[in-house]
């Protein structure tokens, strides 16, 4: 019975130490960092008619939030950046195939999404906000009570309103438009009340027209945003996150939201 012991306590300890070799080694073949200095760039994939986060300006070049975030963080880790428009649909098969080397345009954390890909720290946290005309006194959620509001058709901001059945059973009537920028011109001249909206979107137009509108004390719900990197690629997540820290600590990462946004909405 001794001797069975023994041989038990032997094959676990046995057992231990080759799963314990086995995770060094995965570990220490992980060179995408390295090759990412190599190549002296990473390959950012992205849907390019995504304003503010990143989209062609009127002289066809690819600008926005993320598009100056990844060049400022590439600028401090040593390399470039290569901007590469891709299918939405498919940016995380496009991303595992190498054809891209970080998912990095508004791209929302996800359970779902963590089974098939790895991300950054959280560098930003969006929210759908209530935007409102600046002579409102829409405040809260329950001032919604009566209230015509807009909101873009398929949108997340339709799912979180629907989410909250309180709400939307107060409201007198939900108006559907085919992009937010029709819902805002209609908040402007009082067709409706209120537009439910990503914060990100919200604000970038807010940004664009001082004095119009402003933005209620409560929302819908927040969402972390992330940079999609692929599972394997440990050592190029690793320096990504310690430059995006260092962006935050600085500050940086807090003027490239003020420009964009109006408002440091950088996750800490």
Do not use: H
């Not at 503010?52 to 963080?73: C, L, N, R, S």
Request: with cysteine; hydrophobic share 35%.
């Amino acid at each position: 019975m001794k001797k069975r012991l023994v041989f038990l306590v032997i094959a676990i300890f046995t057992l231990g130490v080759l799963i314990s070799g086995c995770g060094k080694k995965e570990q220490a073949t992980d060179n995408s960092w390295k090759e990412i200095q190599q190549k002296g760039k990473f390959v950012l994939g992205l849907d390019d008619s995504f304003p503010p986060m990143g989209f062609k300006d009127d002289k066809g070049q690819i600008v926005g939030f993320d598009i100056d975030m990844a060049q400022e963080a590439a600028k401090r880790m040593g390399v470039k950046v290569e901007l590469k428009p891709v299918q939405w649909d498919g940016v995380l098969l496009s991303l595992n195939n190498k054809d891209i080397d970080v998912i990095w345009n508004g791209l929302t954390i996800t359970d779902k999404r963590k089974q098939q890909i790895a991300f950054s720290k959280v560098y930003l946290q969006n929210k759908q906000i209530i935007v409102t005309n600046n002579d409102s006194n829409i405040k809260t959620k329950k001032d919604l009570a009566g209230k015509k509001v807009g909101l873009q058709l398929g949108s997340s901001s339709e799912t979180a309103l629907n989410a909250d059945s309180t709400t939307t059973k107060s409201i007198k009537e939900i108006k559907k438009y085919s992009n937010n920028t029709e819902a805002l011109m209609d908040l402007k001249t009082g067709r409706i009340d209120a537009v439910v909206v990503d914060e990100v979107v919200g604000r970038y137009y807010i940004s664009k027209k001082p004095g119009q509108y402003k933005v209620a004390d409560e929302d819908f719900g927040k969402e972390d945003y992330g940079v999609g990197i692929r599972k394997t690629d440990v050592s190029f997540k690793n320096e990504l996150d310690k430059t995006l820290d260092a962006m935050k600590a600085d500050g940086t990462a807090d003027k490239i939201s003020q420009k964009w946004f109006g408002k440091d909405i950088i996750a800490k």
